[in-house]
């Protein structure tokens, strides 16, 4: 009899489901279903005893190491993100260097662990003392191009 993914794997031990691109941990082992919580979104998704989405899937999607073909093109688009953060860092630093400069992110004085309020960005030019708010909403947790023009 051929062996399953159930057969291989133990509690704790690391899978990946080919369809959805994602790892995973296994967290129980039943006796007609595997348990595993997918890192990222944290959810709990149930697989049959053969690696099928439980409880009706057709194919296997479990498996214990993430493919050849999946791994080089997960590594190739983290590669070209980084290679695009590192370009944004790089620009973003000339600039704060250019208007000596820094960007600040500031709460209303009631803000605390209940609570923060009034939440906004601003750009500081360190030679005048001035400070420019760059939110054009207040409670915002992001800068946008919006916000800049």
């Known amino acids: ?78 590669r070209k993100l980084n290679e695009k953060a590192d370009s944004f860092k790089s620009e973003l630093k000339a600039l704060l260097e250019k208007y000596d400069a820094t960007i600040d992110f500031d709460v209303d004085e009631g803000s605390d662990t209940h609570g923060i309020y009034g939440g906004n960005f601003s750009v500081s030019f360190n030679s005048d003392g001035k400070s420019v708010n760059l939110s054009k909403h207040e409670g915002s947790w992001a800068l946008t191009q919006g916000d800049l023009g």
């Open 1 to 78: 009899m051929q062996k399953t993914i159930y057969d291989i794997i133990s509690v704790g031990d690391k899978v990946y489901d080919i369809a959805t691109r994602k790892h995973g941990v296994v967290k129980e082992k039943r006796a007609d279903r595997i348990v595993v919580r997918m890192f990222g979104a944290g959810t709990l998704t149930l697989y049959t005893v053969d690696g099928r989405l439980a409880p009706n899937g057709k194919k296997v999607r479990l498996v214990t190491e993430e493919p050849k073909a999946h791994k080089e093109a997960r590594l190739e688009a983290e």
